[in-house]
Protein backbone atom coordinates (compact mmCIF):
# COMPACT_ATOMS: atom_id res chain seq x y z
CA UNK A 1 0.00 0.00 0.00
CA UNK A 2 1.77 3.48 -1.03
CA UNK A 3 4.72 1.09 -2.02
CA UNK A 4 4.99 0.30 1.65
CA UNK A 5 4.49 -3.34 3.17
CA UNK A 6 1.58 -3.56 5.52
CA UNK A 7 2.11 -6.57 8.41
CA UNK A 8 -0.83 -7.29 10.37
CA UNK A 9 -0.35 -9.46 13.49
CA UNK A 10 -1.74 -10.11 17.43
CA UNK A 11 1.20 -7.15 18.48
CA UNK A 12 -0.64 -4.52 16.28
CA UNK A 13 0.06 -3.07 12.82
CA UNK A 14 3.38 -1.99 11.26
CA UNK A 15 4.42 -0.57 8.25
CA UNK A 16 7.70 -1.29 6.49
CA UNK A 17 9.42 1.18 3.74
CA UNK A 18 11.47 -1.04 1.79
CA UNK A 19 13.51 1.78 0.61
CA UNK A 20 14.53 2.92 4.15
CA UNK A 21 13.76 -0.09 6.00
CA UNK A 22 12.02 2.17 8.88
CA UNK A 23 9.60 0.56 10.63
CA UNK A 24 6.29 2.71 11.69
CA UNK A 25 4.10 0.77 14.55
CA UNK A 26 0.60 2.65 14.88
CA UNK A 27 0.73 2.98 18.64
CA UNK A 28 -3.05 1.78 20.42
CA UNK A 29 -5.13 4.07 22.12
CA UNK A 30 -8.29 2.62 23.19
CA UNK A 31 -9.25 6.70 24.49
CA UNK A 32 -9.42 8.33 21.03
CA UNK A 33 -12.10 7.43 18.36
CA UNK A 34 -9.14 8.21 15.36
CA UNK A 35 -6.67 5.84 16.70
CA UNK A 36 -6.25 1.82 16.66
CA UNK A 37 -8.14 0.63 19.94
CA UNK A 38 -6.64 -2.76 19.71
CA UNK A 39 -3.57 -4.79 19.52
CA UNK A 40 -5.29 -7.77 17.70
CA UNK A 41 -5.11 -6.85 14.25
CA UNK A 42 -6.57 -9.55 11.83
CA UNK A 43 -6.89 -9.01 8.32
CA UNK A 44 -5.85 -5.81 5.83
CA UNK A 45 -7.47 -5.14 2.72
CA UNK A 46 -6.72 -2.37 -0.07
CA UNK A 47 -9.74 -0.78 -1.76
CA UNK A 48 -10.28 0.30 -5.63
CA UNK A 49 -10.24 3.88 -4.24
CA UNK A 50 -6.66 3.12 -2.55
CA UNK A 51 -8.20 3.02 0.94
CA UNK A 52 -6.97 0.49 3.77
CA UNK A 53 -9.27 -1.66 5.66
CA UNK A 54 -7.82 -2.88 9.05
CA UNK A 55 -10.08 -5.59 10.21
CA UNK A 56 -9.49 -6.35 13.96
CA UNK A 57 -11.43 -8.46 17.27
CA UNK A 58 -12.51 -4.75 18.13
CA UNK A 59 -14.23 -4.02 14.72
CA UNK A 60 -12.77 -2.76 11.51
CA UNK A 61 -10.90 0.26 10.66
CA UNK A 62 -10.57 3.04 7.55
CA UNK A 63 -6.90 4.62 7.37
CA UNK A 64 -7.26 7.72 6.60
CA UNK A 65 -3.39 8.49 5.22
CA UNK A 66 -3.80 12.56 4.60
CA UNK A 67 -4.63 12.93 8.69
CA UNK A 68 -2.46 9.61 9.65
CA UNK A 69 -5.83 8.72 11.62
CA UNK A 70 -9.01 6.03 11.64
CA UNK A 71 -12.39 6.10 11.09
CA UNK A 72 -13.60 3.11 13.24
CA UNK A 73 -16.95 1.02 12.73
CA UNK A 74 -17.72 -1.26 15.43
CA UNK A 75 -20.80 -3.34 16.38
CA UNK A 76 -23.24 -1.59 19.05
CA UNK A 77 -26.38 -3.33 19.60
CA UNK A 78 -28.44 0.20 20.36
CA UNK A 79 -27.42 1.06 16.59
CA UNK A 80 -28.90 -1.91 13.91
CA UNK A 81 -26.56 -0.42 11.34
CA UNK A 82 -23.74 -0.89 12.79
CA UNK A 83 -21.01 -3.47 11.73
CA UNK A 84 -22.67 -7.27 12.70
CA UNK A 85 -20.07 -7.91 14.98
CA UNK A 86 -16.30 -7.43 15.96
CA UNK A 87 -14.60 -10.40 15.68
CA UNK A 88 -14.03 -9.38 11.78
CA UNK A 89 -12.28 -12.41 9.67
CA UNK A 90 -12.42 -11.16 6.38
CA UNK A 91 -12.56 -7.49 3.80
CA UNK A 92 -13.31 -7.51 0.39
CA UNK A 93 -15.00 -5.46 -2.41
CA UNK A 94 -17.39 -6.80 -4.96
CA UNK A 95 -17.26 -5.78 -8.49
CA UNK A 96 -19.43 -2.98 -7.91
CA UNK A 97 -17.15 -1.39 -5.37
CA UNK A 98 -19.28 -1.96 -2.64
CA UNK A 99 -17.22 -3.04 0.70
CA UNK A 100 -17.90 -6.74 2.73
CA UNK A 101 -16.79 -7.34 6.27
CA UNK A 102 -17.09 -11.15 7.67
CA UNK A 103 -17.23 -11.53 10.84
CA UNK A 104 -17.59 -14.37 13.62
CA UNK A 105 -21.23 -12.55 14.20
CA UNK A 106 -22.20 -12.73 10.74
CA UNK A 107 -21.64 -10.53 7.45
CA UNK A 108 -21.46 -6.73 6.93
CA UNK A 109 -22.36 -4.61 3.55
CA UNK A 110 -20.91 -1.10 3.97
CA UNK A 111 -23.74 1.25 2.82
CA UNK A 112 -23.20 4.17 0.18
CA UNK A 113 -23.58 7.15 2.95
CA UNK A 114 -20.28 5.00 4.18
CA UNK A 115 -21.26 5.32 7.49
CA UNK A 116 -24.06 2.50 7.63
CA UNK A 117 -24.31 -1.58 7.17
CA UNK A 118 -26.93 -3.62 6.16
CA UNK A 119 -26.23 -7.13 7.81
CA UNK A 120 -26.54 -10.91 6.67
CA UNK A 121 -26.83 -13.51 9.52
CA UNK A 122 -27.66 -17.39 9.27
CA UNK A 123 -31.55 -17.82 9.72
CA UNK A 124 -32.73 -21.25 9.98
CA UNK A 125 -35.99 -20.55 8.34
CA UNK A 126 -34.16 -18.65 5.45
CA UNK A 127 -32.54 -21.23 2.70
CA UNK A 128 -31.20 -18.09 1.33
CA UNK A 129 -29.19 -16.96 4.02
CA UNK A 130 -25.53 -17.59 5.39
CA UNK A 131 -25.16 -21.70 6.59
CA UNK A 132 -23.08 -20.21 9.81
CA UNK A 133 -22.23 -16.45 11.05
CA UNK A 134 -18.85 -17.18 11.13
CA UNK A 135 -17.21 -15.89 8.39
CA UNK A 136 -13.84 -17.06 8.22
CA UNK A 137 -12.66 -15.97 4.39
CA UNK A 138 -14.11 -14.01 1.35
CA UNK A 139 -13.31 -13.59 -2.42
CA UNK A 140 -14.81 -11.56 -4.38
CA UNK A 141 -14.94 -13.27 -8.15
CA UNK A 142 -15.70 -10.11 -10.61
CA UNK A 143 -19.02 -11.67 -12.06
CA UNK A 144 -21.17 -10.64 -8.79
CA UNK A 145 -20.75 -13.63 -6.34
CA UNK A 146 -18.98 -13.07 -2.95
CA UNK A 147 -17.39 -16.88 -1.68
CA UNK A 148 -17.29 -17.04 1.52
CA UNK A 149 -15.96 -19.76 3.60
CA UNK A 150 -17.85 -20.25 6.70
CA UNK A 151 -18.00 -22.61 10.06
CA UNK A 152 -20.38 -24.77 8.15
CA UNK A 153 -18.89 -24.77 4.49
CA UNK A 154 -18.78 -22.41 1.15
CA UNK A 155 -21.25 -20.10 0.54
CA UNK A 156 -22.08 -17.76 -2.80
CA UNK A 157 -24.09 -14.89 -2.25
CA UNK A 158 -25.03 -12.55 -5.49
CA UNK A 159 -24.36 -9.09 -5.28
CA UNK A 160 -27.23 -8.21 -6.81
CA UNK A 161 -30.30 -10.45 -5.80
CA UNK A 162 -28.51 -10.87 -1.92
CA UNK A 163 -29.46 -14.50 -1.99
CA UNK A 164 -26.55 -17.03 -0.37
CA UNK A 165 -26.33 -20.31 -1.79
CA UNK A 166 -24.45 -23.47 -0.40
CA UNK A 167 -21.78 -24.91 -2.53
CA UNK A 168 -21.49 -28.84 -2.99
CA UNK A 169 -19.05 -30.16 -5.63
Not at 21 to 28: A, I, S
Not at 53 to 71: A, C, E, H, I, P
Amino acid sequence: YLGKVWLANFSGLCVIDPETEKVTNFTVDRDRKDQLTTHNVICLFEDSKRRMWVGSDDGVFLYNRKKNTFVHYQHSAAQPGSLVGNSVRGIVEDSDGTIWIGTEQGLSMLLPDGKTFRNFRHNQVDQNSLSSNEVYAMASDGKGKLWLGTEEGLNILDVKSLKVSTYKP
